[in-house]
């Protein structure tokens, strides 16, 4: 079994060498992409947990009609599985939840970057769970990073008590999707990026459902705007973001598809910028770049110490 993961390894390792430019424009587009979703959220009049069940479903409807060709993985899907699949989509619509809900009430600058903090969170809960240690200058990193969020915070808070809260969702969504990501990592072991990708977004799109059902939220008479704001959400960010940085795993390092978490914030803050009027004060703009810099560390050297111990 140590045999078989090390020569799993070493051909990953060998495809994600053999990238090309193509593949380099592809990864420039996923973070586009990405950058995108803020702004169509902030464009949205629907309730944002209506906005998010409809990208996930939307999505679903895309990835159906290739759906067929998975259908033997499927039936080898174990109960436990199945439960950890729930587990994964219910935080993943949590996190949706939480995250589009700031942008209502703060700036998509402060809200993304926030988002930054994504791969910290993620090793925390690695070191709480499975005792996954972090090294000194990783450490270093976090700390920056999470000293420049309490800037923003600080910062915002001094804007408003609604911009804060909006701060406050925005990092609670943080925490959400750590938590759907360390499920994720268990579930891939053993499940391929389609089928784990297409259930994920099936259990979260029906959790919304749910969630607006009982909240007396409308699932239609909404405009022809909003219907096409909703499909824009599910082809632009997700299918031409996140599911095309899963594809591009097998041909770039994973270190490298994992920096595009830093991309985000500058980019959506320049679309927030020119399309909405949103400018970035000194004091963001300052505490962003401690936050992008103590996450690059961070995933930096997280990185070379995992590569060195393989």
């Not at 759906?67 to 439960?83: F, N, V």
């Not at 309490?150 to 001094?158: A, E, M, R, T, W």
């Amino acid at each position: 079994m140590q045999e078989e993961r090390k020569e799993s390894a070493n051909i990953l390792k060998t495809s994600a060498m053999k990238h090309t430019r193509v593949h380099e424009i592809l990864y420039i587009i996923g973070i586009i992409g990405i950058s995108f979703s803020a702004i169509f959220v902030k464009w949205s009049e629907a309730e944002v947990s209506v906005a998010a069940m409809y990208r996930l479903l939307l999505t679903n409807l895309l990835l159906a009609p290739f759906l067929w060709r998975y259908r033997h993985e499927i039936a080898r899907l174990k109960a436990g599985q199945w439960g950890l699949l729930f587990a994964s989509g219910f935080t993943l619509a949590l996190h949706f939840q939480l995250w589009m809900a700031s942008l209502r009430h703060t700036t998509v600058a402060s809200s993304t970057v926030i988002l930054t903090l994504e791969p910290i969170m993620v090793m925390l809960g690695s070191f709480f769970l499975f005792r996954v240690r972090a090294n000194r200058i990783m450490l270093i990193g976090m700390t920056v990073a999470l000293a420049g969020s309490l800037v923003i915070g600080l910062g915002d808070f001094k804007v408003s008590g609604g911009a804060l809260y909006g701060d406050a969702l925005s990092f609670l969504s943080v925490i959400a999707v750590s938590v759907h990501m360390l499920l994720g990592k268990k579930l891939r072991e053993g499940i391929g990026a389609f089928v784990y990708n297409f259930f994920v977004f099936a259990f979260a799109g029906c959790t919304l459902a749910v969630y607006n059902l009982m909240n007396g939220f409308a699932f239609g008479g909404y405009a022809a705007k909003e219907w096409g704001l909703f499909l824009l959400l599910a082809i632009v960010p997700t299918l031409c973001g996140h599911y095309l940085f899963n594809w591009l795993l097998k041909y770039m390092h994973a270190s490298a598809v994992s920096m595009a978490v830093l991309g985000e914030p500058v980019f959506a803050s320049l679309l927030a910028w020119q399309l909405l009027g949103e400018k970035l004060t000194a004091l963001q703009l300052i505490s962003g770049m401690f936050i992008l810099a103590g996450v690059w560390v961070f995933i930096r050297y997280g990185k070379d110490e995992k590569e060195t111990a393989s």
